[in-house]
């Protein structure tokens, strides 16, 4: 039996299709309490408002190419890979590995002359997403698909640094900064923020998974546990710091992002979650605050609950 996927990867699912539920959930209370019709309208209000930026209009489509399709995945369905790329703690994790990657010179000023993150963040966000559903939700062949795409664009990916050093996308020590700048992000968002607690050897086994993503693209040696993951990191630490480029993006990401005012509180708090699970060391080059008490008694909680909030307006079974 097929488990699909809800939180954010559920975006890719219509808010009319209706399911029986294949895993165990809340839904069903409060569908028992007739809950879901009064509480409907909401649902699909969110759903619909969060779907059309995450995946675009063609929805529908994507979701019949990679969780319909038939054909062997890279990854089965008890992976832990799958367990925390579904739930909507990715939306949190993902600003993090934003902010955390921009640490380093030369991956920064790749995305500051050649991103469009600015002039269409909904198209990269969209990309970006993409990419994550069909490498881990996918057949193989679209999982090789968005492999293969992200490397073509990796090609004109060339240039000159502000301190005169060249860059290049696939270079593989600028790749690997950037997949473990994005692996730790996920994990750290998801122990703060996610449904399911993960044990060691699940954390290990993300990282595991990760890494075959990683390779296909082009990352030598990758780490594939927890603790060569920590290892990666420090031995990074010597080449990041801060740069107009880095600031002028963070300033972007959380406090002038591209958004009507009625959804900017929601975001913000994303943004504010997402910088509680930075290590103190990668805040203060980005001139980020550190107020340890707010954190844990303000932000964590009402990020916890917009979570919950998008994983009940997502699930792709029962509203509740």
């Known amino acids: 039996m ?35 019709d009064r509480l409907e309208p909401a649902r699909r209000l969110v ?6 930026r995450v995946v675009g209009p063609n ?81 193989e062949s679209e999982s090789q698909r968005a492999i293969d795409l992200v490397k073509r664009v990796h090609v004109r990916v ?27 992000s996920f994990l750290a968002a998801h122990k703060k923020f996610g449904e399911v607690e993960l044990s060691d050897e699940q954390r290990d086994g993300y990282v595991l998974d990760m890494s075959r993503i990683a390779s296909a693209l ?15 990191i420090s031995s990074y630490r010597n080449e990041l710091r801060t740069s107009d480029a880095a600031l002028d993006a963070a300033k972007y990401l959380l406090i002038t992002p591209p958004l009507p005012a009625l ?3 929601a975001y913000q708090l994303l943004g504010a979650a997402a910088v509680s699970v930075l290590p103190i060391w990668a805040r203060l080059p980005l001139r980020l605050p550190w107020l340890p008490l707010s954190e844990r008694a303000i932000v964590r909680p009402a990020a916890n609950t917009l ?9 792709p079974d029962l509203p509740y």
Request: charged share 25%.
């Open 307 to 315: 979570t919950k909030t998008l994983r009940w307006a997502l699930a």
């Open 59 to 139: 929805a529908d489509n994507r979701a019949q190419q990679l969780f319909e399709a038939p054909g062997e995945r890279w990854f089965s369905e008890d992976r832990p890979i799958r367990i925390i790329h579904a739930d909507s703690c990715m939306f949190i994790g993902g600003l993090r590995a934003l902010l955390f990657q921009s640490l380093h010179p030369l991956a920064m000023a790749g995305v500051a002359s050649h991103s469009d993150f600015k002039a269409d963040p909904w198209g990269r966000l969209q990309r970006t997403a993409d990419f994550l559903a069909a490498t881990t939700f996918g057949p």
């Open 158 to 184: 060339v240039g000159t640094a502000d301190d005169g050093r060249p860059y290049s996308a696939n270079d593989p020590h600028l790749l690997k900064w950037v997949h473990i700048a994005e692996v730790d």
């Open 47 to 52: 759903a619909d408002a969060v779907r059309s």
């Open 263 to 265: 959804v900017r509180p």
């Open 2 to 36: 097929q488990v699909r996927p809800w939180g954010w990867a559920s975006c890719y699912r219509t808010c009319d299709e209706r399911s029986q539920p294949v895993w165990a959930s809340p839904h069903e209370a409060w569908h028992a309490l007739g809950m879901s």
């Open 218 to 232: 082009g990352v030598i040696d990758p780490p594939r546990s927890v603790a060569e993951l920590k290892e990666e």
